[in-house]
């Protein structure tokens, strides 16, 4: 049986826990419906998990006895960071949540100069992030960075081991010929809805000859002979590089 997943601040070297969440005892209690002696997993956020099984529930507290602890093996040996521009509400909760289930470590809203929806809900944001690392076996909580200007962004990102440029019409991923394993830190860049501004492509097309060094990490890169929806995307870009970067 699968067993419901939590994570939180909990000290996984004690033998018991004890935790005044109101979300975490209300997603027990009323959602859930756990009772005394039921077990669930509960997860540090730093790659520590421990089954545990529900001592007591009460309204403002509840207990948990630690049965075993492991430490989560799944994460990914390279760190994979996501700079998605901010698409509408609905369409951005979808990227984050199917970032988190693919395996990202960082997710970075990027405002470009064809980006028509500011104003990101941070707060549903994490939400939707925790919720989905839960959901999907996660040993980590991903980062969800503050938004930044595409100048900013791109001049983060000159820090990666490699870095995809995603655009129409371009070599896909899967011809390029690039051995992932060799990359430990790897962005994915992913437009608006309009898609990049031709000076935004220029900033990646034709770095500056000395400096930076951006034209060795960044790879402009497409992913369908088809025009692909900002999420769409997001979600085809992280599903491909994947398999290649266990």
Do not use: H
């Amino acid at each position: 049986m699968r067993l419901n997943r939590f994570f939180g601040n909990f000290d996984l070297k004690a033998e018991t826990i004890k935790s005044s969440d109101e979300e975490l005892i209300n997603q027990l209690k009323n959602v859930l419906r756990l009772n005394n002696g039921d077990e669930i997993i509960l997860c540090d956020g730093k790659l520590n998990e421990a089954s545990c099984v529900i001592e007591s529930i009460g309204r403002s507290e509840v207990v948990f006895k630690i049965v075993k602890v492991w430490q989560n093996k799944k994460e990914f040996s390279a760190d994979i960071i996501l700079y998605c521009s901010v698409l509408k509400r609905e369409n951005f909760e979808l990227v984050i949540q199917k970032a988190v289930e693919l395996g990202v470590k960082e997710i970075v809203p990027i405002i470009a100069k064809r980006t028509i929806k500011l104003g990101l809900r941070a707060d549903r944001a994490q939400k939707i992030i925790k919720e989905a690392a839960e959901q999907s076996g996660r040993g980590i909580l991903p980062i969800l960075r503050q938004e930044m200007p595409f100048a900013d962004a791109v001049r983060s990102a000159e820090s990666n081991d490699l870095n995809l440029f995603c655009e129409l019409d371009k070599k896909p991923i899967s011809d390029s010929g690039i051995d992932f394993s060799k990359y430990k830190k790897i962005g994915v860049f992913i437009g608006p809805e309009g898609g990049w501004d031709e000076e935004e492509l220029q900033v990646v097309n034709n770095p500056p000859s000395q400096g930076s060094g951006r034209a060795s990490n960044f790879k402009v890169v497409g992913l369908s002979p088809f025009t692909l929806r900002a999420e769409t995307a997001a979600i085809a870009a992280l599903s491909i590089i994947q398999p290649r970067t266990f």
